[in-house]
């Protein structure tokens, strides 16, 4: 039975993460329609998504949680961070920059482990630490060939571990959150493409049938993956989905270079090389810190 569950979370975990990767496809489908109106519309078809979801799971627990003050502030402030995290790799994809998403996420887990020392006083092994120096050398080299910080890149990393770690102290299950989240975010949503449509801008029924259909699946490309990933890390270890993670900016990194041709020169090379090299050392440090658990666990046992 362990194994058929971890067998299930594995699947529902690389479905989640190849779903990510791969989603740079059906934005660039779009692109012809506004980031910001991308935004809203993924908003908006996202929370009424999830609102269904909640419905069908008769979720009776939604509501108790916003009655109490703190959990609705964290998510207020939580809603904040996701909504222009997402349009900023909307922002990203639409503009010809997925190197610089791709970068934002192989960055990102080492970006959590400094905010674990930060906030949560945690203490860097020796891998890590160097796992952190190499990749500080990997942006430094990125910066100076761009002549300016990769800001998409580093606002994706900070602004996604700055979320987790918010809703790891929200008490809301991951369905719950992102639909108040989405629903937070509808009234503003629905006013600035109101504006829209009013000022003639609006691209719902501006680009033929398929463009509405797109616009209208925003809600399910936003919420399927989320929520594969969620039903993957209740089935698996953290090393494992510490490996999963990797699938996706590989995915986008591949799709940008070799798919929509963006420009990859030896500068960018080298500095992807360090990242690649320190994410390597963090997940060999994180492999041998979960085996050396279990057999800690073992001998108690």
């Not at 692109?31 to 009776?60: E, S, T, Y």
């Not at 610089?100 to 630490?129: D, T, W």
């Not at 890149?153 to 299950?173: E, H």
């Not at 490996?243 to 798919?259: D, G, N």
Request: hydrophobic letters at 55%.
């Amino acid at each position: 039975p362990d194994r058929a569950h971890e067998r299930a979370g594995l699947v529902y975990g690389t479905a989640g993460f190849l779903f990510w990767g791969l989603s740079p496809i059906f934005w660039k489908l779009i692109d012809h329609v506004p980031a910001m109106q991308l935004l809203a519309h993924r908003v908006i078809w996202c929370g009424l998504l999830m609102a269904g979801i909640l419905v069908l799971r008769q979720d009776r627990e939604l509501f108790r949680a916003l009655r109490r003050r703190k959990t609705f502030l964290m998510l207020v402030f939580s809603t904040v961070l996701i909504g222009t995290n997402w349009y900023a790799y909307i922002y990203a994809v639409v503009s010809g920059q997925i190197l610089q998403a791709s970068l934002g996420y192989f960055i990102n887990p080492l970006v959590s482990v400094l905010f674990g020392v930060v906030f949560l006083r945690e203490e860097l092994r020796p891998q890590q630490k160097l796992a952190v120096t190499i990749a500080g050398i990997g942006v430094a080299i990125l910066t100076w060939h761009l002549g300016e910080l990769p800001w998409i890149s580093l606002f994706l990393a900070f602004s996604f571990a700055v979320y987790g770690l918010v809703r790891k102290t929200v008490d809301a299950t991951p369905e719950q959150g992102l639909a108040l989240e989405t629903w937070l975010l509808t009234p503003l949503a629905l006013i600035y493409l109101l504006t829209q449509h009013q000022g003639g801008a609006g691209a719902l029924g501006a680009h033929g049938l398929s463009s509405d259909l797109l616009l209208l699946l925003t809600g399910a490309v936003t919420a399927t993956p989320l929520l594969l990933f969620t039903h993957g890390t209740r089935r698996l270890p953290l090393s494992t989905i510490g490996i999963l993670q990797y699938i996706a900016p590989t995915c986008q990194f591949l799709l940008a270079v070799l798919v929509y041709r963006e420009d990859f020169e030896v500068p960018q090379f080298v500095a992807f090389l360090f990242i690649w090299t320190a994410l390597g050392i963090f997940t060999a440090d994180l492999r041998q810190a979960a085996k050396r658990q279990a057999a800690a666990r073992g001998a108690a046992a």
